[in-house]
């Protein structure tokens, strides 16, 4: 549900009320969006500096699960923070592992530009069926970095949460954009207004689903703050910022308790808004890979970083569709449907994305280098 937070204001009638709620006079708050702003400047240490540009990545729910160990020289091992995970909807840890990915592969490029080559090494410790206290990962800085055009677009790539204009996506540009993944994951595209229609409606019924389920439902509510207050006392998560959705949060019309209940207003517009994105996508994108093991899971989010970046450089909007790959109960027939769309010869979609154009969108809060540094 995370999905149809951040525009909901679009359909209350910001300026009524607005109006309706004087706000002049607040004191200043903390910008949430400060570590996207010269990501690194002053930091000595390159391994600091790759951190403070990986922390960027996109991830679930925007849960920003890692955490940094630099006690080793030279070395940088990350762990999962466990107080970041989706047990709900994520119960098996797999998209928060694929987010990992992807912050690997964002450190592994600021590393590149520097001249450095951050050498990767997945749970050096071992798998395991759910993540543990064990790191996900263990990267090595040595001299030889090759620098790669991608990493330019890193501070423009975003999770575009809003409905796509009704612009086609040339299929050169699908093209260039499934041609960026490299790290073990396939990309799969479709324009095609048959198949994407088909795409769309398993896209919907993903959100209805996990709009039903209780369980689910509530945790990506939870993980919703709603208004520059609450956003600004939790830099993580799905954000709902800004004067209009101030002022609907004072006079009660938008709460995290109306999002997570069946009949309320809330709850049925932000259902409406997810509709609206899914009927707007002008193709998707997907990565499969052959087996589902961690390593697997985190070539992809590595390959979605890529992937990412590269429709970023093509002007085209991303927005990943998370509910119909979950893997809870209530999903299940669900989860084997977008597997026989998807992938008809077998192998695990990890990432199935909405793609389009669309207005530019403010990239998502982020907590910043020293809250994700666990030993210094």
């Given at each position: 549900?995370?999905?149809?937070?951040?525009?909901?204001?679009?359909?209350?009638?910001?300026?009524?009320?607005?109006?309706?709620?004087?706000?002049?006079?607040?004191?200043?708050?903390?910008?949430?969006?400060?570590?996207?702003?010269?990501?690194?400047?002053?930091?000595?240490?390159?391994?600091?500096?790759a951190?403070?540009?990986?922390?960027?990545?996109?991830?679930?729910?925007?849960?920003?699960?890692?955490?940094?160990?630099?006690?080793?020289?030279?070395?940088?091992?990350?762990?999962?923070?466990?107080?970041?995970?989706?047990?709900?909807?994520?119960?098996?840890?797999?998209?928060?592992?694929?987010?990992?990915?992807?912050f690997?592969?964002?450190?592994?490029?600021?590393?590149?530009?520097?001249?450095?080559?951050?050498?990767?090494?997945?749970?050096?410790?071992?798998?395991?069926?759910?993540?543990d206290?064990?790191?996900?990962?263990?990267?090595?800085?040595?001299?030889?970095?090759?620098?790669?055009?991608?990493?330019?677009?890193?501070?423009a790539?975003?999770?575009?949460?809003?409905?796509?204009?009704?612009?086609?996506?040339?299929?050169?540009?699908?093209?260039?954009?499934?041609?960026?993944?490299?790290?073990?994951?396939?990309?799969?595209?479709?324009?095609?207004?048959?198949?994407?229609?088909?795409?769309?409606a398993?896209?919907?019924?993903?959100?209805?689903?996990?709009?039903?389920?209780?369980?689910?439902?509530?945790?990506?509510?939870?993980?919703?703050f709603?208004?520059?207050?609450?956003?600004?006392?939790?830099?993580?998560?799905?954000?709902l910022?800004g004067?209009?959705?101030?002022?609907?949060?004072?006079v009660?019309?938008?709460?995290?308790?109306?999002?997570?209940?069946?009949?309320?207003?809330?709850?049925?517009?932000?259902?409406?808004?997810?509709?609206?994105?899914a009927?707007?996508?002008?193709?998707?994108?997907?990565?499969?890979?052959?087996?589902?093991?961690?390593?697997?899971?985190?070539?992809?989010?590595?390959?979605?970083?890529?992937?990412?970046?590269?429709?970023?450089?093509?002007?085209?909007?991303?927005?990943?569709?998370?509910?119909?790959?979950?893997?809870?109960?209530?999903?299940?027939?669900l989860?084997?449907?977008?597997h026989?769309?998807?992938?008809?010869?077998?192998?695990?979609?990890?990432?199935?994305?909405?793609?389009g154009?669309?207005?530019?969108?403010?990239?998502?809060?982020?907590?910043?280098?020293?809250?994700?540094?666990?030993?210094?």
């Amino acid at each position: 549900m995370s999905s149809s937070r951040r525009d909901v204001i679009r359909l209350v009638g910001g300026g009524a009320v607005a109006a309706a709620v004087p706000l002049a006079g607040c004191a200043p708050l903390p910008d949430v969006r400060a570590a996207w702003v010269d990501p690194g400047a002053g930091e000595a240490d390159p391994r600091r500096r790759a951190l403070a540009w990986a922390l960027l990545a996109p991830n679930p729910h925007n849960m920003q699960p890692w955490m940094a160990d630099l006690r080793e020289p030279g070395v940088v091992t990350l762990y999962a923070d466990p107080a970041r995970l989706l047990p709900q909807t994520d119960p098996f840890n797999r998209q928060i592992v694929v987010g990992c990915g992807a912050f690997l592969e964002l450190l592994r490029l600021a590393a590149a530009q520097g001249g450095l080559d951050a050498r990767i090494a997945p749970f050096p410790e071992g798998e395991a069926d759910r993540l543990d206290g064990r790191p996900f990962a263990r990267v090595t800085f040595a001299p030889g970095g090759v620098a790669d055009p991608l990493f330019g677009h890193a501070l423009a790539r975003r999770t575009t949460r809003a409905p796509f204009d009704d612009r086609p996506v040339a299929e050169a540009a699908a093209r260039r954009i499934a041609g960026a993944a490299r790290s073990g994951a396939t990309a799969g595209f479709t324009l095609e207004p048959g198949r994407t229609a088909r795409l769309k409606a398993l896209a919907y019924r993903g959100a209805e689903i996990e709009a039903h389920t209780p369980a689910a439902h509530r945790e990506s509510c939870e993980r919703t703050f709603i208004g520059s207050r609450d956003v600004a006392a939790h830099p993580w998560g799905v954000p709902l910022d800004g004067a209009a959705i101030d002022a609907a949060h004072a006079v009660g019309l938008l709460t995290r308790e109306k999002l997570e209940t069946p009949g309320t207003w809330a709850y049925g517009q932000s259902l409406a808004f997810l509709k609206g994105l899914a009927d707007t996508a002008r193709g998707f994108v997907w990565l499969t890979t052959a087996q589902n093991r961690r390593a697997d899971q985190i070539g992809a989010g590595r390959d979605y970083f890529r992937v990412n970046a590269q429709a970023a450089a093509e002007g085209v909007a991303m927005h990943p569709w998370s509910q119909c790959l979950e893997e809870y109960p209530a999903m299940a027939n669900l989860l084997d449907e977008t597997h026989r769309e998807l992938a008809p010869q077998g192998g695990r979609v990890q990432m199935f994305v909405r793609i389009g154009y669309a207005k530019p969108v403010r990239p998502a809060p982020r907590r910043g280098l020293a809250a994700q540094i666990r030993s210094a």
